[in-house]
């Protein structure tokens, strides 16, 4: 669940506290140039407030209006679709070619978001399904690589983090990759063994293990959802997780240092049992090149590149320098 919907989960149970009616919209199906994915939500007040998206400012004005001219008076869940003919899309200014499928849910149960909000405080990936015929609704487990679904009758959507972020080094630059990568919903471990740095790695949200790196990344069962960046500049821990990171299915595996530290650690790597192809899975210099200098800009190249590689997206911006102090 990434920082937006987790306000809509916030706002819609404290509403719901105070006594408002409260109204989710989710959407369940696109085409075309849609802005938002399936899963996206909205909560809308009884007064219209609201707070979440769920086009990007094409369709929310309607959604108000359906909730103030009666749509909370609804017993069961109802099915709206945007941009079904050329008319409505140019009504609602949707992209060219975009349509929407929206649920608007108008008894959500105040018990089963607290729920909901409990499990993700606890990092645990949870199912949300919606019985369209009956408005029921219940939470169960889920797995990383659940997705979310709508069958025309359930709506089943999916919370939590379902991405990891394993991160070498707790120092500065450390701390700054797990803030936006919190923003970006991913789960958080940070693997230092060193006494003077881990002591300072107290970020809410964030795993640490003071364990040495090779057996931290064994130990965590790394899948193909999981990310890992080594950031201490201390060979004897970074290239040690290296070793088993590169050889595992982490769809993302990035270490700290400019050209010449990253073609050392390249060679110092085939020294070992690795293959040409898995020591080719390695970015470094790590980040998207973007001029970054200081460690919240050079945090957000790192975070690019990670966010491109995970969508398939071909990486034209390499890093042609490092930044100041990377060498």
């Known amino acids: 669940m990434d920082s937006t919907d987790l306000s809509v989960l916030r706002a819609a149970i404290d509403w719901l506290r105070a006594g408002r009616r409260v109204a989710l919209a989710t959407v369940v199906e696109t085409w075309g140039s849609a802005p938002r994915r399936p899963g996206a939500w909205l909560a809308i007040r009884d007064d219209g407030q ?14 108000i209006a359906r909730v103030r001219e009666g749509a909370l008076q609804r017993e069961l869940p109802e099915l709206v679709v945007y941009g079904a003919t050329r008319d409505d899309a140019s009504r609602f200014n949707l992209p060219c070619g975009g349509r929407l499928r929206i ?5 959500p149960r105040p018990d089963l978001l607290e729920a909901l909000l409990a499990r993700t405080a606890a990092k645990r990936i949870t199912t949300r399904s919606l019985d369209m015929a009956t408005g029921a609704s219940s939470l169960a487990d889920a797995a990383r ?16 983090p379902r991405w990891r972020l394993v991160v070498i080094g707790a120092g500065q630059l450390s701390r700054c990759v797990c803030e936006i ?21 107290t970020i809410e949200g964030v795993s640490l293990l003071r364990e040495m790196p090779d057996d931290a990344i064994l130990a965590l069962g790394i899948d193909d959802r999981t990310a890992i960046v080594a950031l201490t500049h201390d060979p004897k821990l970074d290239d040690m997780a290296l070793l088993e990171a590169l050889k595992s299915p982490a769809f993302y595996v990035g270490a700290l240092g400019s050209r010449a530290t990253t073609a050392s650690r390249r060679a110092r790597l085939a020294m070992f049992d690795m293959t040409p192809e898995e020591i080719d899975r390695l970015h470094g210099p790590i980040g998207l090149f973007i001029g970054a200098r200081t460690p919240p800009e050079i945090a957000i190249s790192i975070l690019a590149e990670i966010t491109a590689v995970r969508h398939g997206v071909p990486l034209l911006q390499r890093r042609r320098e490092a930044p100041a102090g990377a060498d």
Request: glycine share 10%; hydrophobic share 45%; net charge negative.
């Open 181 to 201: 990568a919190l923003a970006a919903d991913y789960e958080i471990v940070v693997v230092d063994p060193r006494e003077e740095f881990a002591e300072g790695m």
């Open 103 to 107: 649920v608007v849910e108008p008894r």
């Open 50 to 63: 609201v707070v979440g998206s769920v086009s990007g400012g094409c369709v929310e004005d309607d959604l």
């Open 145 to 160: 690589s659940d997705v979310f679904s709508f069958d025309g009758r359930t709506m089943r959507a999916v919370h939590g």
